[in-house]
């Protein structure tokens, strides 16, 4: 696809040549010098004044009054007044006729019932989704403001639980909703989740350093009863984690409520207290009852809240990203996975030097050396996998599929991304096509941020708060990251686009060296209509942090 390694600018000029820009210019509205002609003998024509005239002449016809002859100048102005009365109280009577229908219901028919629906104007745009395609559900996991709790006193519970919450931020976060879900399963007690260290994040990072624990504690009083440390009376405290007798283990990944309530719950009420490891994704979706689910949503969406500095600093991000241009103006978030880890682990061939690409065989093959073997293989497993979609986006393949969909050069871009690989170089296809990128390293000085660089997940969830305000956010990979983030988005309201991006399409397209840039926009374009966030109906085994729409959301 040749016209793809144009750089922006020179699409601009090829469009301005495009046979639509040249019918544009030549505008029925303009008028040409030979339209304005009458001396052309071959073509005989008259003249704009001269149809000025005439058109005039055909208006006294029918309102001769308005003419200036002196025949009609004794009864002209009285005839005038009266029907200059008469039209300007017909125009009021249809100005706030039409004023009253544009701001009262009007009826329509749902379900066969004739209700009063809103008039809505629909606003489709670059920036939004349509109205009308967000108003059917609404969501409702919240907590039910003076209900009664049927909770036993904390030494009636079937005993305490206790997990450390593995992983970067976002997979912490799954693994307390999950803990949550799993108490109450059990009728137990949570202990306050420890958000462990692990070999890539390095944090030391504790459930209050980054979490509001009262405001976690108290909302959900009525469904779980959470305590901030292990009981006093219970001494051995060094041994949760290492003891066998204290911990279970083995839990299958996505496993069902009833597994819980036959392998775990016994174990519990017998030992009183009991570590659950592992504990990433050790809760499935479709074998647990619905209000299980709802409950995990209702501690992701209104439970777990970050400190209020954490949430002052990330709107100060979002007020100033919406005031770059010195006037208010819609900003996109992009959450750009293209980091060394992920590059490596992906297991794609991406474009780069001889050099690259063997410090990049080296660097698999001392990180995952069962799945690198000798390399043979590697090769064809990566084509394959670029053509499931299955191959993070590079930042130059993002630009041009940013351009496609219509976004301007001028479109403000906050990029949520670690070190990417290949540095300048590879950010360069990017930053030329969309010059206008920041991170919150651009947006805050050093002091500002200096109070946050104390624990990485600190600096994790300013990237998330940002992204999760946006007017547009777009993911170019997996992961827990986005999930959330397009979960949250639905959610609220679908109403904030969430892109995501079709690679297997991409991948097709990029290696098609025949396809001109018109068939490729259209083909973005439509392929991208359903993947922007939209209310989408959930199917089994569906990730529910993603698609939060059937258990906790309402029809409107």
């Known amino acids: 696809m040749v016209e793809l390694r144009h750089s922006g600018s020179s699409l601009g000029s090829r469009a301005s040549s495009s046979p639509m820009k040249r019918d544009e210019d030549a505008s029925p509205l303009i008028f040409n010098d030979h339209v304005l002609r009458d001396d052309d003998d071959d073509h005989p024509r008259h003249s704009f004044r001269d149809r000025y005239r005439s058109f005039w002449s055909q208006i006294y016809s029918f309102f001769p009054f308005l003419n200036d002859d002196p025949r009609f100048s004794q009864h002209g102005s009285r005839i005038s007044f ?35 629906c809103p008039r809505v104007k629909e606003n489709p745009s670059l920036w939004e989704n349509p109205f009308s395609a967000t108003t059917s559900w609404k969501p409702c996991a919240e907590r039910r403001d003076g209900g009664m709790s049927d909770l036993p006193p904390e030494n009636e519970t079937s005993g305490y639980i206790f997990i450390h919450a593995e992983g970067g931020l976002n997979q912490q976060r799954i693994a307390i909703c999950n803990a949550v879900a799993v108490a109450k399963i059990m009728n137990a007690t949570l202990i306050l989740p420890v958000l462990k260290q692990d070999q890539i994040w390095k944090d030391q990072t504790k459930f209050e350093d980054i979490f509001d624990v009262d405001h976690f504690i108290d909302y959900l009083k009525d469904d779980v009863r959470i305590v901030r440390d292990i009981p006093g009376w219970f001494t051995d405290k060094s041994e949760l984690f290492t003891s066998i007798r204290r911990t279970v283990k083995n839990i299958p990944k996505y496993a069902p409520a009833q597994f819980y309530i036959d392998n775990v719950l016994p174990r ?44 002052q600093m990330a709107n100060l991000l979002v007020s100033r990203m919406r005031n770059r241009t010195g006037s208010p103006n819609p900003y996109m978030a992009l959450h750009l996975r293209f980091e060394k880890g992920m590059v490596g682990l992906s297991f794609c061939d991406f474009v780069g030097t001889r050099e690259e690409k063997a410090k990049m065989a080296e660097y698999r093959q001392k990180e995952w050396p069962r799945r690198y073997k000798n390399g043979s293989h590697l090769w064809q497993l990566a084509l394959q996998k670029r053509k499931e979609g299955r191959c993070p986006l590079e930042p130059g393949e993002v630009a041009v599929i940013l351009r496609a969909m219509g976004y301007p050069k001028e479109t403000q871009i906050y990029v949520a991304s670690g070190q990417v690989y290949g540095g300048q170089n590879r950010m360069a296809p990017l930053r030329n096509m969309f010059p206008n990128l920041v991170t919150k390293e651009e947006l805050a000085s050093k002091e500002e941020l200096a109070g946050f660089r104390k624990h990485v997940t600190s600096l994790a969830a300013l990237d998330f708060l940002v992204c999760l305000k946006s007017d547009v956010f777009v993911m170019t990979h997996g992961g827990n990251f986005a999930k959330l983030i397009i979960g949250a988005r639905r959610y609220m309201g679908h109403r904030q686009k969430s892109i995501k991006p079709d690679k297997g399409l991409m991948s097709k397209s990029f290696g098609d060296p025949y396809m001109g840039w018109a068939t490729f926009v259209e083909d973005v374009v439509v392929t991208h209509q359903t993947r922007t966030g939209l209310p989408e109906e959930t199917f089994p085994n569906y990730d529910l942090w993603e698609n939060p729409l059937t258990p906790c959301m309402c029809k409107a």
């Open 82 to 116: 009266l029907l200059l009365v008469f039209i300007a109280v017909a125009g009021l009577i249809s100005f706030f006729s039409i004023l009253q229908r544009l701001n009262s219901p009007y009826l329509c028919k749902k379900d066969g019932i004739v209700l009063h």
């Open 268 to 311: 519990v009420k017998e030992k009183k207290i009991m570590a659950l490891k592992p504990f990433v994704d050790r809760l499935g979706y479709d074998n647990v009852p619905p209000e299980i689910n709802r409950l995990r949503c209702r501690v992701n969406y209104h439970a777990l809240k970050f400190l209020p500095e954490i949430e």
